[in-house]
């Protein structure tokens, strides 16, 4: 079933190979076939389809790749939210309440809570997500977290090194043990990815390194939680290791960046944490201005930012961080690909998957400049419409 | 036909006998019936009803009250935006780009437009909405842009003292004269309201007594845009006049504060503005804790704020103006009303009319805690479902 898209009045392609970073096509047409972007070209250039949608002059963009989430969890934790805006002291358990949560939920729950934000995700034109465990920490339910992440993404990460669970507390070098033996040996069959909350209080460089050591001998790619609450060693370690990526970077210095713009690893920003936790923004001007790859993602996850909307997102990068609409539409379509070393979504250019998302507007600046306001009109995952 | 919600986790009343702010009510059930709230209570004792919707523990509230839009215009402005958060100097129109296009425009394409945006409000949740015109500045303009807000509601503002218009350049006593003559008398019929952009740069305090002296002489009531830009005469006048609301009060001197809680004039503030223009936030906290009545609305109009999220502006009050998620529900739904001097709506407590939206979560605080996320499950204005 092929299906055209026409009189598209902005096509963001994001073809490398164009002048502009978003590889616009004014009055533009394109066919999905076989769940592949088949042809893209002038409206009366197209061929012939089983199905015509006429865009009459609105945006088309490739999908949102969210390259940063934690959407295996029970409960929520509003309360703590509230008391956190208010600036109220607040001696509930954080993360350790989801962790508790987490641990007492079913399977069936588990997945149905992943499945609801995945769906509620999709409606915002996110058609790839990357999903962490994190809040089981017992080598059952880090193994369970990503069995249930694995049915709805490839791109599973196991964040086993997350925080030290109460039941190991005194003895970070026990738990980091744990995380990479038997705990590593039960997650590896269901991830693609590891993962390292690389920062004081959670895990320090030398067991970040161990535990991404560990994982790449089992076969899974490292990435980097790091830089988050202030500077650290975990940016440069991801640059020295080459990931593919290393998320947060808040607190950079100007090494930091050098690093980044050497190695090529992705910067993956997330300022729904910091709108949500009241933080300072990550540099993202700085960092795009030093030649650093970004990208944008939700983080979505109950404790620190419980968005799940990439146009969020972009507005808080354009209007917080420095990006262009532009800047912050790539970092979230094509960077989130980078950031996952993904090179079948995040453009629209022949053969890669069709992530198709139509706006109700008529440019992606509008996903800037209309904020908060729900501008996905129409979905097609792999070629199939929502 | 009546309808049963039943099982409704959190029930925000908004009554104002009770003891909480929001007057939550936990595990409720509310009745609808000939389009007002017709019972609230326990779901055991609920009464028979034609249709039952089972709340499932979410959360319901009143309608949003969004007490300030300009939605009456044609074309947009996202050039115009893309270049301002790009720190580029823009020689283009601004707001008389939107003049002329509006001009330009037939009045079906006009009344196409508010409808769209009143669509779009009302999945969002806003359902009630005041409507100003403002961007005719003829007098065949201005009249034509009320009968066409009439069309989607009660609350019409005559806003001809928006700006001083081209063919008025130098002249802004003769813009003055026709506003209170000629045009005032078009517009009227069409109007409840009357506003004034009294503002450096628009018009003076001496400009916005006489437009609202001529309102309040045919039988408008007055309302002012103030103190938005800079400090200014505008809100104290609107105290000194008893006015019902005062609109964006982002620049406060400590007698601006007095005089508002002595005049019990609602202050009406519009966060979206200040994202979208990259301005500092009005002091929401400072307002409150003088006891001063605050009310949240969007602002929405193609030039400062082109977003129709009452959800979002509850999410920037909470991050920017320290507001807590009660406050700020509580300015949107019956600070809102109270903004128009409606007492039908605004509450959801036996006899108001019954503009009830159901959340996709289990608590008001999830609309500050999951920003940017369409959360707004089900609406009925009135009544009648969406």
């Known amino acids: 079933m092929s299906v055209l898209i026409t009189n598209i009045g902005e096509l963001v392609t994001n073809d490398p190979e164009a002048d502009d970073l978003l590889g616009v096509r004014s009055d533009a047409a394109l066919v999905i076939d076989d769940g592949?972007?088949?042809?893209?070209?002038?409206?009366?250039?197209?061929?012939?389809?089983?199905?015509?949608?006429?865009?009459?002059?609105?945006?088309?963009?490739?999908?949102?790749?969210?390259?940063?989430?934690?959407?295996?969890?029970?409960?929520?934790?509003?309360?703590?939210?509230?008391?956190?805006?208010?600036?109220?002291?607040?001696?509930?358990?954080?993360?350790?309440?989801?962790?508790?949560?987490?641990?007492?939920?079913?399977?069936?729950?588990?997945?149905?809570?992943?499945?609801?934000?995945?769906?509620?995700?999709?409606?915002?034109?996110?058609?790839?997500?990357?999903?962490?465990?994190?809040?089981?920490?017992?080598?059952?339910?880090?193994?369970?977290?990503?069995?249930?992440?694995?049915?709805?993404?490839?791109?599973?990460?196991?964040?086993?090194?997350?925080?030290?669970?109460?039941?190991?507390?005194?003895?970070?070098?026990?738990?980091?043990?744990?995380?990479?033996?038997?705990?590593?040996?039960?997650?590896?069959?269901?991830?693609?990815?590891?993962?390292?909350?690389?920062?004081t209080g959670a895990f320090d460089e030398d067991q970040a390194r161990a535990v991404l050591a560990a994982g790449a001998a089992v076969g899974l790619r490292g990435r980097l939680h790091a830089n988050q609450l202030g500077p650290g060693p975990g940016v440069q370690l991801a640059a020295e290791l080459g990931l593919t990526a290393v998320d947060h970077c808040t607190y950079l210095t100007d090494q930091d960046v050098h690093a980044l713009r050497e190695s090529g690893t992705v910067a993956t920003l997330l300022p729904g944490v910091e709108f949500s936790t009241r933080q300072p923004y990550p540099d993202a001007r700085g960092l795009l201005d030093a030649g650093v790859r970004v990208a944008l993602a939700s983080d979505c996850n109950p404790g620190s930012s419980y968005t799940s909307s990439i146009p969020f997102c972009i507005a808080l990068a354009v209007r917080e961080m420095g990006m262009t609409p532009a800047e912050a539409v790539h970092a979230a379509t094509a960077g989130g690909a980078a950031a996952l070393g993904r090179a079948d979504v995040g453009a629209l250019v022949q053969g890669r998957r069709a992530d198709v998302v139509l706006l109700e507007a008529p440019s992606h600046l509008h996903l800037a400049y209309r904020p908060g306001v729900p501008l996905v009109r129409q979905v097609w995952v792999a070629g199939e419409p929502l």
Chains 1, 2 share one sequence.
């Open 36 to 199: 592949r972007v088949a042809w893209v070209g002038a409206p009366a250039d197209a061929p012939a389809a089983d199905e015509v949608v006429d865009a009459d002059g609105r945006a088309v963009l490739p999908g949102f790749v969210d390259s940063h989430s934690h959407l295996v969890f029970a409960g929520d934790r509003a309360e703590e939210f509230r008391a956190r805006m208010a600036g109220e002291r607040y001696a509930a358990g954080g993360i350790r309440t989801t962790v508790a949560a987490t641990r007492a939920a079913t399977d069936a729950e588990l997945a149905d809570g992943v499945g609801r934000l995945v769906a509620e995700m999709r409606r915002q034109g996110t058609t790839s997500v990357e999903i962490k465990s994190g809040y089981g920490l017992t080598v059952a339910d880090e193994a369970r977290s990503l069995a249930v992440a694995a049915r709805f993404t490839d791109d599973t990460t196991f964040l086993g090194a997350h925080v030290v669970p109460p039941e190991y507390d005194g003895d970070p070098t026990g738990y980091v043990e744990l995380v990479t033996g038997p705990m590593l040996a039960a997650a590896a069959p269901h991830a693609r990815w590891i993962d390292v909350f690389c920062e």
